[in-house]
Protein backbone atom coordinates (compact mmCIF):
# COMPACT_ATOMS: atom_id res chain seq x y z
CA UNK A 1 0.00 0.00 0.00
CA UNK A 2 1.61 3.72 -1.09
CA UNK A 3 1.32 6.02 1.84
CA UNK A 4 0.30 9.60 0.70
CA UNK A 5 2.84 11.62 2.75
CA UNK A 6 2.33 15.37 2.14
CA UNK A 7 5.81 17.19 2.16
CA UNK A 8 5.52 20.05 5.07
CA UNK A 9 5.62 23.58 4.58
CA UNK A 10 8.83 25.02 5.15
CA UNK A 11 8.48 28.62 7.19
CA UNK A 12 10.00 30.67 4.19
CA UNK A 13 6.70 29.20 2.02
CA UNK A 14 4.64 30.64 5.23
CA UNK A 15 6.15 33.47 5.41
CA UNK A 16 5.49 34.28 1.38
CA UNK A 17 1.74 33.17 2.09
CA UNK A 18 1.60 36.13 4.56
CA UNK A 19 3.77 38.89 2.88
CA UNK A 20 6.13 39.56 -0.17
CA UNK A 21 9.76 37.82 0.64
CA UNK A 22 12.34 39.82 -0.91
CA UNK A 23 16.11 38.73 -1.46
CA UNK A 24 18.75 41.28 0.49
CA UNK A 25 21.24 39.96 -1.85
CA UNK A 26 23.17 40.46 -5.04
CA UNK A 27 24.27 37.58 -6.24
CA UNK A 28 22.54 35.95 -9.46
CA UNK A 29 23.65 32.55 -8.82
CA UNK A 30 21.81 32.67 -4.80
CA UNK A 31 18.64 34.20 -6.36
CA UNK A 32 18.48 31.59 -9.38
CA UNK A 33 18.68 29.04 -6.55
CA UNK A 34 16.12 30.12 -4.21
CA UNK A 35 13.06 27.93 -3.66
CA UNK A 36 10.66 30.29 -4.33
CA UNK A 37 11.11 33.46 -6.88
CA UNK A 38 11.39 36.74 -4.93
CA UNK A 39 9.55 39.48 -4.99
CA UNK A 40 12.19 42.68 -4.86
CA UNK A 41 15.84 42.80 -4.86
CA UNK A 42 17.22 44.89 -1.78
CA UNK A 43 20.49 46.24 -1.32
CA UNK A 44 22.73 48.79 0.46
CA UNK A 45 25.95 50.15 -0.27
CA UNK A 46 27.62 47.39 1.51
CA UNK A 47 26.16 44.85 -0.93
CA UNK A 48 26.58 46.99 -3.44
CA UNK A 49 31.02 46.77 -3.05
CA UNK A 50 30.80 43.38 -2.34
CA UNK A 51 29.48 42.87 -5.65
CA UNK A 52 31.53 45.10 -6.79
CA UNK A 53 34.86 43.36 -5.13
CA UNK A 54 33.45 39.74 -6.73
CA UNK A 55 36.06 38.71 -9.63
CA UNK A 56 32.93 37.47 -11.69
CA UNK A 57 32.21 41.00 -11.85
CA UNK A 58 35.98 42.63 -12.03
CA UNK A 59 35.65 42.30 -16.55
CA UNK A 60 32.40 44.96 -16.48
CA UNK A 61 34.00 46.98 -13.63
CA UNK A 62 37.29 47.46 -15.93
CA UNK A 63 34.93 48.25 -19.04
CA UNK A 64 32.41 50.67 -17.22
CA UNK A 65 35.59 52.40 -16.14
CA UNK A 66 37.06 52.79 -18.51
CA UNK A 67 33.93 54.26 -20.54
CA UNK A 68 33.27 56.65 -18.00
CA UNK A 69 36.83 57.69 -16.71
CA UNK A 70 36.27 61.23 -17.75
CA UNK A 71 33.03 61.30 -15.80
CA UNK A 72 34.13 60.85 -12.19
CA UNK A 73 34.19 57.08 -9.47
CA UNK A 74 30.30 58.14 -9.04
CA UNK A 75 29.64 57.76 -12.69
CA UNK A 76 31.42 54.10 -12.66
CA UNK A 77 29.91 53.39 -9.28
CA UNK A 78 26.46 53.97 -10.73
CA UNK A 79 26.32 52.22 -14.05
CA UNK A 80 27.83 49.64 -12.06
CA UNK A 81 25.44 49.57 -9.18
CA UNK A 82 22.09 49.43 -12.36
CA UNK A 83 24.07 46.69 -14.10
CA UNK A 84 24.31 44.60 -11.07
CA UNK A 85 20.98 45.08 -10.73
CA UNK A 86 20.39 44.33 -14.06
CA UNK A 87 21.78 40.77 -13.78
CA UNK A 88 18.77 40.01 -11.45
CA UNK A 89 15.98 41.34 -13.19
CA UNK A 90 14.71 38.43 -14.70
CA UNK A 91 15.22 36.45 -11.27
CA UNK A 92 12.73 38.49 -9.47
CA UNK A 93 8.98 39.16 -10.03
CA UNK A 94 9.18 43.11 -8.92
CA UNK A 95 11.97 45.70 -8.31
CA UNK A 96 15.47 46.37 -7.75
CA UNK A 97 16.80 48.67 -4.76
CA UNK A 98 19.62 50.99 -5.09
CA UNK A 99 21.12 53.67 -2.51
CA UNK A 100 21.90 57.30 -2.74
CA UNK A 101 25.17 58.37 -1.29
CA UNK A 102 25.28 57.74 2.20
CA UNK A 103 27.77 60.25 2.56
CA UNK A 104 25.24 62.69 1.49
CA UNK A 105 22.14 61.23 3.64
CA UNK A 106 22.03 65.02 4.80
CA UNK A 107 22.21 67.31 1.23
CA UNK A 108 19.09 68.08 -0.48
CA UNK A 109 20.62 68.17 -3.57
CA UNK A 110 23.45 65.91 -3.77
CA UNK A 111 20.47 63.31 -3.04
CA UNK A 112 18.72 64.63 -5.78
CA UNK A 113 21.30 64.38 -8.08
CA UNK A 114 22.44 60.58 -7.49
CA UNK A 115 18.57 59.36 -7.69
CA UNK A 116 17.90 61.20 -10.88
CA UNK A 117 21.73 59.75 -12.20
CA UNK A 118 20.36 56.24 -11.30
CA UNK A 119 17.12 56.49 -13.50
CA UNK A 120 18.83 57.91 -16.24
CA UNK A 121 21.29 54.89 -15.91
CA UNK A 122 18.59 52.34 -15.13
CA UNK A 123 16.60 53.88 -18.31
CA UNK A 124 19.35 52.98 -20.21
CA UNK A 125 19.71 49.71 -18.94
CA UNK A 126 16.61 49.49 -20.10
CA UNK A 127 14.73 49.32 -16.77
CA UNK A 128 11.42 51.32 -16.42
CA UNK A 129 10.46 53.33 -13.32
CA UNK A 130 8.10 50.04 -12.68
CA UNK A 131 10.72 48.39 -12.08
CA UNK A 132 13.43 49.98 -9.41
CA UNK A 133 13.35 52.18 -6.68
CA UNK A 134 15.57 54.74 -5.18
CA UNK A 135 16.64 53.82 -1.56
CA UNK A 136 16.86 57.33 0.70
CA UNK A 137 18.03 57.44 4.21
CA UNK A 138 15.69 58.77 6.54
CA UNK A 139 17.12 62.21 7.59
CA UNK A 140 15.23 65.75 6.95
CA UNK A 141 17.03 66.72 4.46
CA UNK A 142 17.11 63.15 2.18
CA UNK A 143 13.46 63.22 2.57
CA UNK A 144 12.51 66.59 1.25
CA UNK A 145 14.47 65.58 -2.10
CA UNK A 146 12.08 62.47 -2.18
CA UNK A 147 9.44 64.86 -2.07
CA UNK A 148 10.79 66.12 -5.32
CA UNK A 149 11.62 63.13 -6.68
CA UNK A 150 7.85 61.40 -6.38
CA UNK A 151 6.34 64.34 -7.85
CA UNK A 152 8.88 63.54 -10.83
CA UNK A 153 7.77 59.90 -11.05
CA UNK A 154 10.88 58.30 -9.38
CA UNK A 155 9.57 55.50 -6.44
CA UNK A 156 11.60 55.67 -3.54
CA UNK A 157 12.00 53.91 -0.08
CA UNK A 158 12.83 55.59 2.92
CA UNK A 159 15.41 53.16 4.64
CA UNK A 160 17.03 53.53 8.61
CA UNK A 161 13.81 54.14 9.70
CA UNK A 162 13.99 53.78 13.60
CA UNK A 163 11.12 55.57 15.08
CA UNK A 164 7.46 56.61 14.31
CA UNK A 165 8.38 60.32 13.38
CA UNK A 166 10.95 58.98 10.80
CA UNK A 167 8.04 57.09 9.34
CA UNK A 168 5.59 60.04 9.48
CA UNK A 169 7.95 62.00 7.62
CA UNK A 170 8.37 59.26 4.59
CA UNK A 171 4.65 59.34 4.45
CA UNK A 172 4.49 63.37 4.06
CA UNK A 173 7.29 62.64 1.54
CA UNK A 174 5.33 60.56 -0.43
CA UNK A 175 7.37 57.86 -0.76
CA UNK A 176 6.13 53.96 -2.21
CA UNK A 177 8.03 51.96 0.71
CA UNK A 178 9.68 51.96 4.29
CA UNK A 179 12.32 49.80 5.71
CA UNK A 180 12.19 49.81 9.66
CA UNK A 181 15.46 48.31 10.42
CA UNK A 182 14.18 45.67 13.79
CA UNK A 183 17.83 45.44 14.88
CA UNK A 184 20.11 48.12 15.24
CA UNK A 185 22.74 47.83 12.14
CA UNK A 186 26.18 47.12 14.79
CA UNK A 187 24.28 44.07 15.98
CA UNK A 188 25.70 42.70 12.46
CA UNK A 189 28.75 43.56 13.97
CA UNK A 190 28.76 42.52 17.19
CA UNK A 191 26.33 39.84 18.07
CA UNK A 192 26.53 40.44 21.81
CA UNK A 193 24.37 43.62 21.36
CA UNK A 194 21.16 41.63 19.69
CA UNK A 195 18.17 40.87 21.65
CA UNK A 196 17.65 37.17 21.47
CA UNK A 197 14.11 36.61 22.93
CA UNK A 198 12.14 34.07 22.17
CA UNK A 199 9.29 36.07 21.06
CA UNK A 200 10.48 38.56 18.87
CA UNK A 201 6.64 39.80 18.24
CA UNK A 202 6.25 40.25 21.92
CA UNK A 203 9.51 40.89 22.92
CA UNK A 204 11.74 42.64 20.48
CA UNK A 205 12.72 45.80 22.12
CA UNK A 206 11.73 47.33 18.54
CA UNK A 207 8.45 45.43 17.65
CA UNK A 208 6.13 47.75 20.08
CA UNK A 209 7.63 50.80 17.03
CA UNK A 210 6.71 49.10 14.16
CA UNK A 211 3.53 48.21 15.41
CA UNK A 212 3.06 52.08 16.02
CA UNK A 213 4.27 52.46 12.46
CA UNK A 214 1.84 50.10 10.56
CA UNK A 215 -0.93 51.43 13.02
CA UNK A 216 -0.47 54.55 12.21
CA UNK A 217 0.02 54.20 8.23
CA UNK A 218 -3.36 52.18 8.62
CA UNK A 219 -5.09 55.29 10.25
CA UNK A 220 -3.99 57.65 7.71
CA UNK A 221 -4.98 55.49 4.42
CA UNK A 222 -8.68 55.61 6.03
CA UNK A 223 -8.51 59.48 7.39
CA UNK A 224 -6.99 60.39 4.49
CA UNK A 225 -7.56 58.27 1.06
CA UNK A 226 -3.90 58.18 0.14
CA UNK A 227 -1.61 55.68 -0.25
CA UNK A 228 0.92 55.10 2.47
CA UNK A 229 4.48 53.66 2.44
CA UNK A 230 4.24 49.78 2.51
CA UNK A 231 6.93 48.74 5.21
CA UNK A 232 9.44 46.16 4.50
CA UNK A 233 10.07 45.05 7.47
CA UNK A 234 14.45 44.57 7.66
CA UNK A 235 17.63 43.62 9.22
CA UNK A 236 16.86 40.21 10.92
CA UNK A 237 19.11 38.16 12.82
CA UNK A 238 17.34 34.91 13.22
CA UNK A 239 14.58 33.08 11.55
CA UNK A 240 11.98 34.04 14.15
CA UNK A 241 12.44 37.53 14.06
CA UNK A 242 11.68 36.99 9.79
CA UNK A 243 8.32 35.46 10.74
CA UNK A 244 7.00 38.36 12.72
CA UNK A 245 6.61 40.42 9.50
CA UNK A 246 3.47 38.27 9.16
CA UNK A 247 2.25 38.11 12.38
CA UNK A 248 2.47 42.32 12.39
CA UNK A 249 0.66 42.27 9.24
CA UNK A 250 3.59 44.23 7.02
CA UNK A 251 3.71 44.07 3.30
CA UNK A 252 6.70 42.55 3.07
CA UNK A 253 10.25 41.64 4.65
CA UNK A 254 13.44 41.82 2.82
CA UNK A 255 15.82 39.05 4.03
CA UNK A 256 19.30 38.29 3.96
CA UNK A 257 20.75 35.03 2.04
CA UNK A 258 21.65 33.37 5.14
CA UNK A 259 18.01 33.88 7.12
CA UNK A 260 16.40 32.30 3.89
CA UNK A 261 18.62 29.88 4.26
CA UNK A 262 17.22 28.68 7.50
CA UNK A 263 13.66 29.73 6.32
CA UNK A 264 14.16 27.16 3.48
CA UNK A 265 15.15 24.55 6.32
CA UNK A 266 12.96 24.76 9.27
CA UNK A 267 9.21 22.82 8.96
CA UNK A 268 6.38 25.16 9.45
CA UNK A 269 3.92 23.51 11.93
CA UNK A 270 0.66 25.24 12.49
CA UNK A 271 -0.39 22.97 15.18
CA UNK A 272 3.01 24.33 17.31
CA UNK A 273 1.40 27.97 17.17
CA UNK A 274 5.10 28.94 15.88
CA UNK A 275 6.42 32.51 14.76
CA UNK A 276 4.11 33.45 11.93
CA UNK A 277 0.73 33.03 13.12
CA UNK A 278 -1.50 35.50 10.92
CA UNK A 279 -4.23 35.50 8.18
CA UNK A 280 -2.60 35.11 4.67
CA UNK A 281 -1.70 38.75 2.64
CA UNK A 282 -4.69 41.00 2.14
CA UNK A 283 -4.60 42.45 -1.06
CA UNK A 284 -3.71 46.35 0.22
CA UNK A 285 -2.31 45.80 3.36
CA UNK A 286 -4.13 49.49 4.66
CA UNK A 287 -7.69 48.61 3.18
CA UNK A 288 -8.76 45.79 4.90
CA UNK A 289 -6.06 44.82 7.50
CA UNK A 290 -7.03 41.93 10.03
CA UNK A 291 -7.48 42.81 13.41
CA UNK A 292 -4.39 43.59 15.56
CA UNK A 293 -4.19 41.16 18.16
CA UNK A 294 -5.20 42.30 21.52
CA UNK A 295 -1.21 41.55 23.08
CA UNK A 296 -0.08 43.47 20.08
CA UNK A 297 -2.58 46.23 20.44
CA UNK A 298 -1.47 46.93 24.26
CA UNK A 299 2.04 46.75 23.13
CA UNK A 300 1.87 49.28 20.72
CA UNK A 301 0.98 51.70 23.04
CA UNK A 302 4.24 50.97 24.78
CA UNK A 303 7.54 52.24 23.64
CA UNK A 304 10.90 49.96 25.50
CA UNK A 305 13.29 52.18 23.88
CA UNK A 306 11.30 55.27 25.18
CA UNK A 307 13.60 57.69 26.62
CA UNK A 308 13.35 58.29 30.06
CA UNK A 309 11.44 61.67 30.32
CA UNK A 310 8.95 60.15 27.67
CA UNK A 311 5.49 61.60 27.97
CA UNK A 312 3.65 58.50 26.87
CA UNK A 313 2.62 60.01 23.55
CA UNK A 314 3.12 58.52 20.18
CA UNK A 315 4.54 61.09 17.49
CA UNK A 316 1.91 63.20 15.80
CA UNK A 317 0.98 63.31 12.22
CA UNK A 318 -0.14 66.87 12.33
CA UNK A 319 3.42 67.96 12.48
CA UNK A 320 5.29 68.60 9.26
CA UNK A 321 8.62 67.19 9.81
CA UNK A 322 9.40 67.87 6.04
CA UNK A 323 9.36 71.90 6.86
CA UNK A 324 12.28 73.89 6.68
CA UNK A 325 14.66 70.98 5.46
CA UNK A 326 13.56 68.77 8.03
CA UNK A 327 13.95 70.93 11.01
CA UNK A 328 11.03 69.11 12.89
CA UNK A 329 12.37 65.58 12.16
CA UNK A 330 15.82 66.45 13.09
CA UNK A 331 14.39 68.08 16.55
CA UNK A 332 12.03 64.74 17.22
CA UNK A 333 15.54 62.87 16.47
CA UNK A 334 17.37 64.68 18.32
CA UNK A 335 14.88 63.87 21.72
CA UNK A 336 14.80 60.10 20.85
CA UNK A 337 18.39 59.06 21.66
CA UNK A 338 17.59 55.47 20.45
CA UNK A 339 16.96 57.18 16.35
CA UNK A 340 19.76 59.27 16.89
CA UNK A 341 22.30 56.76 17.50
CA UNK A 342 21.05 54.22 15.41
CA UNK A 343 20.71 56.11 12.54
CA UNK A 344 24.09 57.77 12.96
CA UNK A 345 25.95 54.19 13.09
CA UNK A 346 23.99 53.24 9.93
CA UNK A 347 24.62 56.06 7.99
CA UNK A 348 28.45 55.66 9.04
CA UNK A 349 28.42 51.60 8.47
CA UNK A 350 27.08 52.46 5.13
CA UNK A 351 29.30 55.51 4.29
CA UNK A 352 32.31 52.86 4.56
CA UNK A 353 30.66 50.77 2.06
CA UNK A 354 30.18 53.72 -0.30
CA UNK A 355 33.87 54.60 0.57
CA UNK A 356 35.46 51.00 0.11
CA UNK A 357 33.90 51.60 -3.91
CA UNK A 358 35.16 54.84 -4.24
CA UNK A 359 38.72 53.66 -3.45
CA UNK A 360 37.92 50.66 -5.24
CA UNK A 361 37.49 52.49 -8.39
CA UNK A 362 39.60 54.60 -8.24
CA UNK A 363 42.39 52.16 -7.92
CA UNK A 364 40.45 50.68 -11.52
CA UNK A 365 41.19 54.04 -12.77
CA UNK A 366 44.86 54.32 -12.11
CA UNK A 367 45.72 50.78 -13.66
CA UNK A 368 43.69 51.79 -17.42
Known amino acids: MTVNRQKKKTWLERLEEQVNVDVDYMDPTYIMGMPITPHDQTSNPVFVDLALSDESNAELLEKTARDLRDDGWLAIYTRMAVLLCKKNINN ?148 KEAMIAGEFGCHSATIPYSILDQLAELEYDSSAHQNGMSAPK ?17 LSMTDPLAAKDWDGKLASTDIDYLSNEGEELHKATLKDPITATRLGDTIEVFVRGEQRSKERIEKVLVAL
Not at 219 to 236: D, M
Not at 282 to 298: A, H, T
Open 282 to 298: PENVYKSPSPMPPKLRE
Open 92 to 239: IQGRVFLQTQPSKAYDTQATLAHARLYKKEFELAGISSERFCIKIPATGPALNAAKILASEGIPTLGTAVFGLPQAIACSQADMKYISPFLNELRVHEDISLWPDVADPATQHPMSARVLQILDTYRRLYHETGKEQPLVKLASFISP
